[in-house]
């Protein structure tokens, strides 16, 4: 099967700018993090090793809901802030 020559038109740079290859760093130590977290909880010997027990689906909404709060907080202190501008603004 022969090679086709890439475009000559096709933008190079988008794939390998610098954000895109941090971004793409700081998925990959994520996932990765996440990948290590449920070897630790689920694997039986890493389990006897680092002394964790399986989590069942309350303690996994209640992990869920935690880390949810903390974007949710996040969300409403920015739509309060929003809000106390427009109303400064509306005022002057």
Request: charged residues 20%; glycine residues 6%; positive net charge.
């Amino acid at each position: 099967m022969p090679r086709h020559a890439p475009d000559s038109n096709a933008s190079v740079a988008t794939n390998s700018s610098p954000n895109t290859r941090r971004r793409r760093g700081a998925a990959l130590r994520g996932s990765s993090r996440v990948l290590l977290q449920f070897l630790v909880v689920y694997t039986p010997f890493l389990q006897r090793a680092f002394g964790t027990l399986p989590l069942n689906g309350g303690d996994w909404l209640f992990c869920i809901a935690v880390a949810s709060s903390v974007l949710l907080l996040r969300e409403i202190t920015k739509l309060i802030g929003r809000t106390a501008d427009r109303t400064r603004t509306t005022i002057f």
